[in-house]
């Protein structure tokens, strides 16, 4: 039963992202996630975000 549920919430963000709602993907989301981009080979790309993001 958890596995559906994980199942949903992913497909509810998938589908959230593709239409653009950000409130309902970041609702989602814990709000102390931690964000680690990719790596890059310029440093001026690279960031660290911790806790929550405000647009």
Known sequence: ME???NL???DTMN???AA???PTVLGN???NIEW???KVTDM???S???GQILF
């Open 29 to 31: 989301i814990n709000p």
């Open 36 to 38: 680690n981009e990719a």
């Open 44 to 46: 001026r790309m690279a």
């Open 3 to 5: 596995n559906n549920k």
């Open 20 to 22: 653009g709602d950000m």
């Open 48 to 50: 660290h975000i911790e």
């Open 15 to 17: 589908k959230a992202f």
């Open 8 to 10: 949903q919430i992913i």
